[in-house]
Each structure stands twice: as C-alpha cells, then as structure tokens.
Nanobody
Framework: QVQLVESGGGLVQPGGSLRLSCAVS????????MGWYRQAPGKQRELVAT???????NYADSVKGRFTISRDNAKNTVYLQMNSLKPEDTAVYYC?????????WGQGTQVTVSS
C-alpha cells in the first residue's frame, strides 16, 4: 500500500540549486523516519540525509552545509533542497521510508550537475 514518488530532478549547472520532493501515499506519514539516498554509476547507494518523525536531521559529510532535508506532514511530503551543486553530486536520488524493520523505496529521480 505504501508508495513513494520522487520528483524535481534534472540538469543543473555547477553552483546551481534543485529541490527534490517525495510524495508518500498509503501511510500515516508523520510517524515514519524518512531519508534521501543516491547512487552514481558504478557506485553503491549511499545515504545523503535523514529526518526523524520528530524532525531531527542528519547529513552525510559530503553534503553538510549545502543540502537541507525537511518534511511537511500535512502534505505527506519530504524535500531535499540542494544548493551549491557539484558535478560529484550527479546520481539517481532515491526517497526512503523506514518503519522498524521495514523499508520502502521510490523509483528515483536523476540529478545531473554539468556545464
């Protein structure tokens, strides 16, 4: 029943910004921890940022100070604001929902940072 749909990816120049969105359906959104992960070609999926049901956030060192994760429980949506983008941020970004031992994933959205 749980569905996650990402949007907002695209092509952006270095130094630019993008805002990713993840809409969640089929759940009581506010009780779940959420996260953003990314996977570049030839590399393993890595954690980018997480946000708890209470709003506490954590970030990978590579994105600290540039990315911000947030959630709007009224809209059942989690966001990832990405500023000062670098070519090494290029990847498919995936939304994740975690509840106890269960994890749900979206299909991903492509982010390409290139001039």
């Amino acid at each position: 029943q749980v569905q996650l749909v990402e949007s907002g990816g695209g092509l952006v120049q270095p130094g630019g910004s993008l805002r990713l969105s993840c809409a969640v359906s089929g759940s009581i959104f506010s009780i779940f921890a959420m996260g953003w992960y990314r996977q570049a070609p030839g590399k393993q999926r890595e954690l980018v940022a997480t946000i708890s049901s209470g709003g506490s956030s954590n970030y990978a060192d590579s994105v600290k100070g540039r990315f911000t994760i947030s959630r709007d429980n009224a809209k059942n949506t989690v966001y990832l604001q990405m500023n000062s983008l670098k070519p090494e941020d290029t990847a498919v970004y995936y939304c994740n929902l975690n509840w106890s031992r269960l994890n749900y994933w979206g299909q991903g959205t492509q982010v390409t940072v290139s001039s």
